[in-house]
């Protein structure tokens, strides 16, 4: 006997689906996709003229406070001024620091 679930669905079926692209125009890509009341949208806001540069310090313990984010900071601010960021415009580069 299968019991049903509180929004009428048998155990093995899914909740409605959808999907959908492109569903911003200021961004450089987007999406949207649902699962019944589960919404996210994401987003890519690059900028067309210059390369943006993500730093994320990951430490020992997987704790993250002030003395990393200062890390990431000083780390970006370096690298944003060593680079010629007008080469690939329109791009992320994406530096990821695991501490052992």
Do not use: F
């Amino acid at each position: 006997m299968e019991i049903d679930r509180a929004d009428g669905r048998n155990p093995n079926q899914l909740r409605p689906l959808a999907c959908y692209c492109s569903i911003l125009h200021r961004a450089h890509g987007s999406a949207s996709w649902s699962q019944g009341d589960t919404k996210v949208l994401a987003a890519k806001n690059e900028n067309p003229e210059k390369v943006s540069i993500e730093v994320i310090w990951k430490s020992k313990t997987g704790q993250i406070g002030k003395q990393e984010k200062e890390y990431e900071m000083i780390l970006k601010r370096t690298l944003q001024s060593i680079c010629i960021l007008t080469i690939n415009p329109n791009t992320t580069t994406s530096v990821i620091i695991q501490v052992w």
